[in-house]
C-alpha cells in the first residue's frame, strides 16, 4: 500500500516539473518572416493607400518612374506585368523581392535595380474643425486628439460623442472625443491615409 502511494506522490511531481515544449526554430522563422497584422504596422511597412513611387534602373530603356496607390488588397501589376502584393512588408525588402523577381524568377533581365520611394504620409480630417483645409502631415505616434489639435481643435458645434474615424482598409470607427481627451486609453491611434470626421451636432 505504501509502495503504491510512493509511486502516485512521485508521477504527480514529475508531472508538475515538467517544462512546457519549447517553440521550434521552424517556427520561430515563420512567424518572423509572415507579413505583419495591419493593427501592429509601424511606419518602416506599406500599408492599403499609402502612395508610392517605383523607380527602375541598371536597365536599358529603363521605364519612367510609376506613381501608384496602393489599393486595399494590396496587390499591383509592375513593369512587364510582373505580378507582386505589398501589404504588410518593409519597403527595403520589397526592393529586394521586386529585383528577386525581374533577375532570377523570370530571368527578363541580368541586372536591375528597384527604388521604392514613400510618397508624403497625410491623415484627411473635416467637419467641425477649426481648420478644414483637408489634409494634415501625418507623424509617427499620431493619435485622435493630436490630429484634431493639429486642425485647431474642435468648433463649438461639434459632436465629440461620435467622431467617425475610416480606415484606408474600408473599416469605420466611432471614437467618443470627451473620454479620448479624459483618457489616453479611448485615444485611437491613427494610420496614413486614415480619414476623420467630425460631425455637427443636433440642436
Known sequence: MLLCLGALLLTGCQTMDSPEPMPSKATGAATANAPKAPGSLGMDYLRSGDRIRIVYSDIPDAPAPT???IPEDGKLSLYKN?????????????EK??????????HLYKKI???????????????????????????????LTTAINAAGGCTEFANRRAV?????????????????????????????GDTVHVHRTLL
Do not use: W
Open 164 to 192: 467617425q474615424i475610416k480606415r484606408a482598409n474600408g473599416e469605420t470607427l466611432k471614437v467618443n472625443l470627451r473620454k479620448a481627451v479624459d483618457d489616453p486609453k479611448y485615444d485611437v491611434p491613427l494610420y496614413p
Open 113 to 143: 535595380k528597384v527604388t521604392i520611394e514613400r510618397m508624403g504620409l497625410f491623415i484627411s480630417i473635416g467637419g467641425e474643425v477649426r481648420t478644414p483645409s483637408g489634409t494634415i502631415p501625418f507623424i509617427a505616434g499620431m493619435t
Open 67 to 69: 506613381d501608384d496607390q
Open 97 to 106: 523581392e521586386i529585383e528577386d523577381i525581374y533577375v532570377n524568377q523570370r
Open 82 to 94: 510582373v505580378e507582386i502584393s505589398l501589404l504588410g512588408k518593409k519597403r527595403t525588402d520589397l
